[in-house]
């Protein structure tokens, strides 16, 4: 299994055909940022580290929150 890694969750997110970029901020948050992102209803994501997520689950991630603003 691929190690998760915030570089390795972006490359997922790329193959997928996402230009949005997961980013750490302060205080565990992770938040995804770029492309149609500023579109969104939301883009943080709520887990408690990055880990909680495998690389699959990342891009359901990013394709949940990038549905949520075609879908409103």
């Known amino acids: 299994m691929p190690r998760v890694t915030v570089e390795a969750v972006n490359q997922a ?31 943080l994501v709520y887990v408690s580290r990055l880990s909680s997520l495998s690389l699959e689950g990342w891009v359901a991630e990013w394709r949940r929150l990038a549905a949520a603003a075609t879908n409103r």
Do not use: H, K, N
């Not at 980013?23 to 883009?43: K, M, N, Q, V």
């Open 13 to 43: 997110i790329a193959a997928a055909g996402g230009q949005e970029r997961l980013w750490r901020a302060p205080g565990g948050r992770f938040w995804l940022y770029g492309g149609d992102s500023p579109r969104w209803p939301e883009t």
